[in-house]
């Protein structure tokens, strides 16, 4: 059974810095492209950031470039969010998916398994 299980959200003032983490199990984790995304009250999720299985290669939205980055530990199963200069907009659910392609890595129907979520609030 595959789970993905985020960690690290929580409430944090306007300009702060936070890490999400996603522990996987029950998939060849090295094999998988990972991707986080996100979603805020009253909108649809929307992509964040993706990471291929190597690490080699990433992709963000642009509105996250050089704030956010994604890196991943395949000895641990864990891929990371790592967010900077945070904003009130940030506030939302962050999910991190998995998928065994990277193909189109902004779009939520290429990824074949989901977490449930981790909460991030920004205070301003």
């Known amino acids: 059974q595959v789970q993905l299980v985020e960690s690290g959200g929580g409430l944090v003032q306007a300009g702060g810095s936070l890490r999400l983490s996603c522990a996987a199990s029950?998939?060849?984790?090295?094999?998988?492209?990972m991707g986080w995304f996100r979603q805020a009250p009253g909108k649809e999720r929307e992509f964040v950031a993706a990471?291929?299985?190597?690490?080699?290669?990433?992709y963000y939205q642009d509105s996250m470039k050089g704030r956010f980055t994604i890196a991943r530990d395949n000895a641990k199963n864990t891929v990371y969010l790592q967010m900077n200069s945070l904003k009130p907009e940030d506030t939302a659910v962050y999910y991190c998916?998995?998928?065994?392609?990277?193909?189109?890595?902004?779009?939520?129907?290429?990824?074949?398994?989901w977490g449930q979520g981790t909460q991030v609030t920004v205070s301003s």
């Open positions: 029950g998939l060849t984790f090295r094999s998988y492209t």
């Open positions: 990471i291929t299985w190597s690490g080699g290669n990433t």
């Open positions: 998916a998995a998928r065994e392609n990277w193909g189109r890595p902004t779009l939520m129907s290429g990824y074949d398994y």
